[in-house]
């Protein structure tokens, strides 16, 4: 039976002709532009088969030339070849392209291109390139005549440029190979700069350069040879080795993370020039392997298989090192195996990966570093772990220690501030808790194994001195000083200790010191300033007004601006009008120079200023000089009083009550506080708060919030002006005003502002559990059954009463109380609660000693009645929600006058009418607690 005939299919070549021409134009064009070469090249000779236009014939030429391109990248040079070939026989008459005349060259056969090189092309005939493809072609014979085929030179002409210049070249070479510097520059001074080798003339400086310079450059240093090498084009003939130069000149992490993009020759080249050995670019080699993909992070486990694997050649000490810093990182991230005790899985680690053990020091590392990491746990523990490690180097046996034992020991006890940095973060404001000073006592301790270390004394020093433990700062500034006595940080920071320590006289002596070392130093020279002013309102105070003259005198040497220049003639002026001897003539020249501008805010101050630095009441100088409420003159005028004030703050000079009293009543009382900007408000309102000056800080806030309203940050400084002593409940509309800014500073991502406002608000931030607010002192019946809402009690896990001062239906059960105090925290608790300062104080001690649940407990208990709340604290208990007011903010006089009615069915009774105002000038507008409140000197019969 015969079998059935396949019917074949047309041949391409019958689809070819089948298509139309110019389609089949079009298909041929796109292959080209995308480069798809052979597909061009196919099309195109089936285009040139049906007519032979010259168009089509170029666009094959180009054709073959890419396709040529593409088969000498993957190394084929034989196919290359041929694909040139066809691309010359095209045209009979056009010249060799440069890329045919390079493979050639490659391949050694350089008889076929010299007539490429003659100057003349009539007689060249086909094969002549242009003059400035001739120089590349020359500069690629130039390349391979140095790379060893100097066999070509002669089968060039005598007078061809690359066979004139080779024998300086590679006499260059040879040279740089040998070591001779002398011998190599005059070789390359042979070589002419237009020379085919002027590229490796180049790389053969560069060379020389890196050779001279140490190894491991910065990459700083390495940025002249990285100019240098891009004076080579990266199209060059030698811009393999020009690559290969600027990888050897990268740091070390650089070097590492370039490496993968190398080309194996250039990698290699890179690496000798760097001095490696053969065994170190072996294990690179290795190294590199181990990842999942070249270049790439092997896995720990197989790392320290390989370090141990070339232990000789890397130390033994340095790859232990390196194998537990690798186990521990690997043994506790969330993905492995071990659960529980770090160094036991740190140890199984090291033994399957064929190391030893760990030692008793290692175990006492690693529960150190384990410390460091766990966030959650006691921060004690990380003190006494490092100590047990310092502990362990301290007692080691005599043949275990070594030079930088003691080294080693101060770095240990060190360790703990360097990961915390705990001593950085300590505020001026806050005293410092045990932690910090468990810390800062261990820093201590380091510096008599390492006392050298200038850096760890100016921290202490600092520290110390901000925790206002003044006797320690100066027992440390004594050790340092020994050591160091025209130190100028430390001398610095004896200055500030002093001026601290109200020794006025000894800072300005200090600074002085300062200066004769550092005669530009403005900044001490304006402290000196300070420090002679400060000296002189000690001396006023003590009635000496004339060692207050001098010290006023003496600072005027030191003087450089001309606002502290100012400030000290004027001071002068006042110290001369306490003199009954000089009064008739300070008075006159006082009337003088203020008799013109003292409409001016920034006179004014100046004067307030001056009379607070001086020790003078600046109420009375402003009542003898007839000085009232004034406008001011302007935006300008107010933005430079302010910039005083800001800068006495800076200066940490006087505040007194009557310098707030004066400021409030006769300068900002009236201030155009709506010619500013938003951001000038927010400065302005900011300085106010600070210098105490609160009823001027609520009058800006309202200016700023009626052109801005609901601004957060605007609305923090109103509630802060309007309550400079604390909130206290009696307009709940302002606390909710201030918890809605917090709430639109959290959604509007300001969290600065946020966390700012938490600080203000009496009970941190709201609340949003199931428990109500404080007691609170509502102003109806209405709002207070709103706010204790009575399904709140009605749940069925509510436990019986525990509370004997709250009515049937207003129970907490004693998770929700616990909840409320810790969400509020147990000392703002106390503080709302009416507690005394001392037994708050008290509070704060033992949560530091005990901690803070601790004193939550105890609260809790004083709440529920297990613990008598009078026996806690003493003849002021903790006000019911029956007490009708909480602790009065204002005089004696108005407490006396409101006196609430006790007793669980009192209501609530608004404040009185005769009571102070909060942030009124009978206390509001006074300072903050931070600045000093001197009582007035004995004033003459001139006040």
């Not at 030429?61 to 890419?66: C, I, L, P, Q």
């Not at 529920?864 to 006000?879: E, H, K, R």
């Amino acid at each position: 039976m015969s079998k059935k005939q396949k019917k074949r299919g047309p041949r391409s070549g019958e689809n070819l002709h089948k298509r139309n021409t110019s389609v089949l134009e079009q298909e041929a064009r796109a292959a080209l532009e995308s480069g798809r070469w052979r597909d061009a090249i196919a099309d195109f000779k089936e285009l040139l088969k049906r007519e032979p236009r010259p168009e089509w014939r170029t666009a094959l030429a180009d054709a073959y030339a890419g396709r040529a391109g593409e088969l000498t990248a993957k190394g084929m040079l034989k196919e290359a070849l041929a694909i040139w070939e066809n691309r010359a026989a095209l045209h009979d008459k056009a010249p060799m392209h440069l890329e045919h005349a390079g493979l050639l060259v490659r391949l050694g056969r350089m008889e076929a291109v010299v007539g490429a090189l003659t100057d003349n092309p009539d007689s060249a005939g086909s094969d002549a390139l242009a003059a400035g493809q001739r120089e590349s072609l020359r500069a690629q014979i130039a390349a391979q005549v140095v790379g060893g085929h100097s066999a070509l030179l002669a089968q060039l002409p005598a007078d061809d440029p690359v066979r004139l210049h080779a024998e300086p070249a590679l006499a260059a070479l040879h040279a740089y190979c040998e070591g001779r510097d002398d011998d190599l520059r005059a070789a390359l001074s042979a070589i002419p700069f237009r020379s085919p080798y002027r590229d490796w003339v180049q790389l053969l400086k560069v060379l020389q350069r890196q050779t001279a310079t140490e190894p491991g450059a910065s990459q700083g240093d390495a940025k002249p040879v990285v100019a240098q090498l891009e004076r080579v084009s990266d199209s060059s003939p030698f811009a393999p080795l020009k690559r290969a130069l600027a990888l050897a000149v990268l740091p070390d992490r650089a070097f590492a993370d370039a490496a993968g993009g190398a080309t194996g020759a250039e990698f290699q080249v890179a690496c000798a020039l760097r001095g490696w050995p053969p065994e170190r670019l072996a294990l690179w080699q290795e190294l590199n392997r181990l990842g999942p993909k070249p270049g790439s992070k092997p896995a720990p486990r197989a790392l320290a298989k390989t370090l141990y694997r070339h232990i000789k050649d890397l130390g033994r000490n340095w790859v232990r090192r390196k194998a537990l810093t690798l186990a521990f990182s690997d043994a506790v991230t969330p993905t492995s195996v071990f659960d529980f005790d770090i160094r036991a899985n740190v140890s199984t680690w090291l033994r399957e990966c064929g190391a030893p053990a760990l030692t008793t020091w290692e175990r006492e590392l690693v529960s150190a570093w384990d410390a460091e990491v766990d966030t959650h746990g006691d921060p004690f523990d990380l003190i006494e772990c490092w100590r047990e490690c310092a502990q362990l180097q301290m007692f080691q046996s005599e043949e275990a220690r070594d030079a930088q034992s003691p080294l080693r020991i101060a770095l240990i006890l060190r360790r703990t501030d360097r990961v915390l940095k705990v001593l950085e973060r300590c505020s001026a404001s806050q005293e410092p808790d045990a932690f910090k000073l468990a810390v800062a006592e261990q820093l201590e301790e380091s510096l008599r194994w390492d006392p050298d270390d200038r850096a760890t004394y100016l921290k202490l020093i600092e520290f110390f001195r901000k925790a206002r433990r003044l006797k320690d700062a100066r027992r440390v500034l004594e050790l340092g000083q020994k050591r160091w006595p025209q130190d100028l940080p430390l001398l610095i920071e004896a200055m500030q200790t002093a001026l601290d320590g109200s020794a006025f006289k000894k800072a300005a002596t200090l600074a002085k010191k300062v200066l004769e070392i550092d005669p530009i130093n403005t900044d001490v020279r304006r402290r000196l300033v300070g420090a002679h002013f400060l000296h002189a309102h000690k001396q006023v105070g003590n009635c000496r007004l004339d060692l207050a003259r001098k010290e006023l005198v003496d600072a005027q040497e030191w003087a450089s601006s001309d606002e502290d220049k100012d400030q000290l003639s004027l001071g002068l002026v006042l110290v001369d009008a306490m003199d009954r001897r000089s009064t008739d003539v300070a008075v006159a020249e006082l009337k003088a120079r203020y008799g013109g501008r003292g409409d001016s805010l920034d006179a004014r101050v100046e004067l307030a200023l001056a009379c607070a630095r001086v020790r003078v009441q600046a109420s009375d100088v402003f009542r003898l000089l007839s000085l009232n409420k004034s406008k001011g003159r302007g935006r300008e005028d107010l933005l430079a009083a302010l910039g005083r004030l800001r800068r006495h703050l800076e200066d940490k000079s006087p505040i007194s009550d009557d310098l707030a009293a004066t400021l409030q009543k006769k300068v900002f009382n009236a201030a155009p506080w709506r010619d500013l900007s938003r951001t000038e408000l927010e400065t302005a309102c900011d300085t106010l708060h600070r210098f105490g000056l609160h009823l001027a800080c609520q009058k800006a806030a309202e200016a700023a919030l009626k052109q801005w309203p609901r601004e957060p940050i605007l609305v923090m400084y109103h509630f802060q002006g309007k309550y400079p002593r604390g909130f206290d409940y009696r307009r709940r509309a302002d606390l909710s005003e201030l918890e809605d800014a917090w709430q639109r500073a959290r959604d509007d991502g300001d969290t600065r502002t946020a966390i700012r406002i938490e600080k203000v608000l009496p009970h941190g931030p709201p609340l949003r559990g199931n428990f109500p607010m404080p007691p609170m002192f509502f102003d109806d019946e209405d709002e207070e059954d709103e706010f204790w809402p009575d399904d709140l009690f009605d749940a069925p896990d509510v436990p019986t009463p525990f509370l004997d001062n709250l009515d049937a239906d207003e129970m907490l059960s004693n998770d929700a109380v616990r909840h409320m105090i810790e969400s509020i925290g147990p000392v703002k608790v106390m503080e709302m609660l009416g507690a005394p300062k001392s037994v708050i104080r008290e509070a704060k001690e033992m949560e530091k000693a005990l901690g803070r649940q601790a004193v939550i407990d105890m609260v809790l208990n004083a709440i529920q009645g297990g613990v008598d709340a009078s026996a806690l604290l003493g003849d002021s208990p903790f006000p019911g929600p029956g007490d009708s007011e909480p602790p009065s903010t204002g005089s004696s006089k108005a407490r006396s006058q409101s006196k609430p009615k006790t007793g669980s069915g009192a209501k609530p009774k608004p404040p009185s009418k005769q009571a102070t105002k909060p942030g009124s000038s009978a206390d509001g507008s006074g300072p903050s607690s931070d600045g000093p409140n001197d009582p007035p000197p004995k004033q003459l019969d001139l006040f």
